[in-house]
């Protein structure tokens, strides 16, 4: 039986992207965002977002196992709270949905504490940020039919390992406590047996 993620992660990528796209843009239209000033970076922050984007896994322990890219679906959920001005202390969990070739899939999840700074650029009226930090990472994987580089054995695997994150993002100008953003996030994951990385476009919604 084949598990809702891997059915999930065989669809055809421009299909789901061209339908989150839709979604997002539908949402930034459509749902009003009261404009006006940047908010305060005195409160404690909430976010939440879903993107696109792709990922490469280069394996170092085994000879047979190809360099494998990926593309696929990320979603997150993030805490923040300030530590001085226009500096907060960012804690993060990040999933991702990934589909490689030959029908292998995989997921790659993280939990992140970065520091965020918000610079001071009068013409994006406050809302631009940039973040680093640190993570403890997950990657599973399962491989397809096409590529068994274990001889036979397990097509399931596990590998943690620490990462580090990466990210900049811009905040739509808001009178109220909530808002929409851009982001592009990064990230560098050494495993185990394997390096991944992953970069992804996503839209999300601020409350502060």
């Not at 997002?24 to 404009?35: D, G, H, N, R």
């Not at 590529?147 to 399931?156: A, E, N, R, V």
Request: aromatic share 8%; glycine share 14%.
């Amino acid at each position: 039986m084949i598990s809702p993620i891997r059915r999930l992660a065989r669809r055809d990528f421009r299909r789901d992207a061209a339908l989150i796209g839709a979604v997002l843009v539908f949402s930034a239209l459509v749902l009003p965002v009261p404009c006006g000033a940047a908010p305060k970076r005195t409160d404690v922050g909430w976010r939440a977002g879903a993107g696109v984007g792709v990922g490469l896994l280069l394996p170092r322990s085994c000879e047979r196992c190809p360099s494998s890219a990926a593309r696929g679906i990320a979603f997150g959920v993030e805490g923040s709270a300030p530590l001085a001005r226009a500096w907060h202390l960012t804690l993060a969990g990040d999933a991702r949905l990934l589909g490689y070739g030959g029908g292998s899939t995989g997921t790659l999840n993280d939990l992140s504490l970065s520091l965020q700074h918000w610079p001071t650029i009068a013409s994006l009226s406050g809302g631009l940020w940039v973040r680093a930090g640190v993570a403890w990472s997950q990657l599973s994987t399962s491989l397809g039919d096409a590529i068994d580089p274990m001889g036979g054995q397990s097509k399931q695997f596990h590998r943690v390992g620490p990462a580090v994150v990466a990210g900049v993002g811009y905040e739509l100008p808001h009178d109220g406590p909530w808002t929409f953003e851009f982001t592009v996030k990064a990230l560098a994951a050494f495993l185990s047996d394997a390096s991944a990385f992953s970069l992804a476009a996503g839209f999300g919604v601020v409350w502060h």
